[in-house]
């Protein structure tokens, strides 16, 4: 039999396979992987987690908050699949070390990450080898983005520091071949690509974040390279190096098969069927997480933000556009915020529900800050007032938002400024009006902006974002956000302005 990796990251805490704001299935979560697992394991095989395990779904969500003294569900899922080795993702942290310890110590896999020091000294062993039945050797290194303090709750890291991976694995490389005897040396890194695949181009500023291209630049001798963190679907090979990177949510997995001389890699994606042997094992807690998210966490002193007309709460920015950026001023502590509305959104009862914040903020994206000129939030806004058109002599929704697909939610509306835009001039040339705090925005002033982490890296179109600095990434996700101010306020005060005036 010949030797086989099954490689997942990034999963997010996913198991179920439906959706958790439509109950609709999805083809997602481990749940609909587990199949493929059992299929391709032989008594070779080793499955492996890259990280990012602990957080992002409505199940873990729950537990954290009423059953953090129970055992993770993750804990019990990756036992039932029989993981082997697990490395850690800088999300793995969100909840605080003892929660994630206590992962590690309900899980049977090993954990390897190895550039995780405690109190100064390295919580693992750099490496583990690893010899199959047929006597092919491996040594296995576990690496997680030493970026990791730039996000992450100085409470949830203290005492922890962070070897820089590309330092660590070089180091861990060399000493592996100065004494050990394997067939290959193989490395999860939970970290993403920093250039261009094909002309090696950096595909974002190099901050440390994600040096998966680098390691492979400087690595001799490091066969195969599992990245993550980025969330894409590759197999790639740089320098001499394999590198495999999967989508998030349990949507895929890497197949990675090891001969004596090569490895081949591969990915592929879920299958149709879903384990109910899986489920059952989480069944209570997502029976729990299914009433929780139908209870209100807290409610709107007063109405409700229902919206009956798309166009409407968008021509007239609706109460609940408001709200949205309330919690991202808060979340972010500065007084400037924008938010986009998905193409189609339900809005808030007056009791406001964990499905509703799903079922309104419907992205996985986080909350970041961008220190924006006065002469880029004006470009931004006009990007956005790009979105109106007149039509018989009345203003509609652009054609090329519409058109071929349509894309509502590029049409952003800021909270903290206040601003008219004049449907009838040329695009560029439709901020007519643009004041903070009274006073008229300054071209090469500096004013800080909450927004998500799409949009902050010109999603959208949005060049003049990728000019402007990152001051802030909080890598929470807004959905997060929205719940945490609901649960800390309960009865929620609406700060509902008029501050944007669209005319013709
Ligand atoms: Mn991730």
Redesign the pocket.
């Known amino acids: 039999m010949d030797c086989r990796l099954l490689i997942t990251s990034?999963v997010?805490g996913s198991v179920s396979a439906y959706s958790y704001s439509d109950k609709k299935e999805i083809s997602a979560g481990l749940s609909k992987l587990s199949k493929l697992i059992f299929e391709l394991k032989n008594e070779n095989t080793l499955l492996l987690d890259n990280g990012?395990i602990l957080q992002g779904s409505p199940l873990l969500y729950h537990h954290y908050l009423f059953m953090a003294d129970k055992t993770n569900p993750m804990a019990k899922v990756m036992n039932y699949l029989g993981y082997d080795y697990l490395n850690t993702?800088n999300?793995d942290f969100n909840y605080g070390s003892k929660i994630m310890r206590a992962f590690y110590r309900d899980v049977n896999a090993k954990w390897i990450t190895g550039n995780i020091y405690q109190d100064n000294s390295p919580i693992n062993s750099g490496y583990v080898i690893h010899e199959f039945d047929n006597k092919i050797k491996i040594a296995l290194i576990g690496c997680v983005t030493h970026y990791i303090p730039n996000w992450e709750h100085p409470d949830h890291i203290r005492g922890y520091t962070f070897e820089e991976s590309l330092a660590f694995v070089k180091r861990t490389v060399m000493k592996i071949k100065e004494i050990e005897k394997v067939d290959h040396i193989i490395c999860m890194y939970h970290g993403g690509i920093e250039r261009d695949l094909q002309t090696s181009k950096e595909t974002e500023l190099i901050t440390g974040e994600n040096q998966g291209y680098e390691i492979c630049r400087q690595t001799e001798g490091l066969d195969l390279l599992i990245t993550?963190?980025q969330?894409r679907s590759l197999v790639a090979k740089i320098n001499n190096t394999i590198v495999t990177q999967t989508a998030?949510d349990a949507q895929e997995i890497a197949v990675v098969d090891v001969f004596k001389d090569h490895i081949d890699a591969r990915l592929l994606k879920a299958s149709d069927s879903i384990d109910d042997k899986m489920l059952d094992i989480v069944k209570d807690e997502e029976e729990k997480t299914q009433v929780w998210l139908d209870k209100p966490l807290g409610k709107l002193k007063e109405g409700n933000l229902l919206i009956d007309d798309m166009f409407g709460a968008r021509l007239h920015k609706h109460p609940l556009v408001s709200f949205l950026n309330q919690v991202q001023m808060d979340s972010a502590n500065v007084d400037i915020a924008a938010v986009g509305l998905a193409n189609k959104v339900y809005g808030f009862n007056n009791e406001i529900t964990m499905r509703d914040i799903i079922s309104s903020y419907v992205y996985p994206n986080s909350l970041v800050v961008v220190e924006l000129t006065g002469g880029q939030l004006k470009e931004a806004l006009e990007k956005s007032a790009e979105y109106f058109a007149i039509k018989d002599g009345k203003i509609v929704v652009s054609d090329s938002f519409e058109r071929p697909k349509p894309k509502h939610y590029n049409y952003d509306m800021f909270d903290g400024i206040e601003y008219t835009i004049k449907v009838s001039n040329p695009h560029k040339n439709r901020i007519i009006k643009l004041l903070y705090k009274g006073n008229p925005v300054d071209d090469y002033a500096y004013y800080k902006v909450a927004m998500n982490n799409y949009r902050a890296v010109g999603g959208g179109d949005y060049r003049m974002y990728k000019k402007a600095r990152l001051v802030k990434d909080t890598q929470k996700h807004i959905v997060d956000c929205i719940a945490d101010y609901i649960i800390k306020n309960k009865i929620i005060e609406v700060d509902h302005k008029n501050n944007i005036s669209v005319i013709i």
Do not use: L, M, P
């Open positions: 990034d997010h990012d993702g999300h993550g963190h969330h998030q």
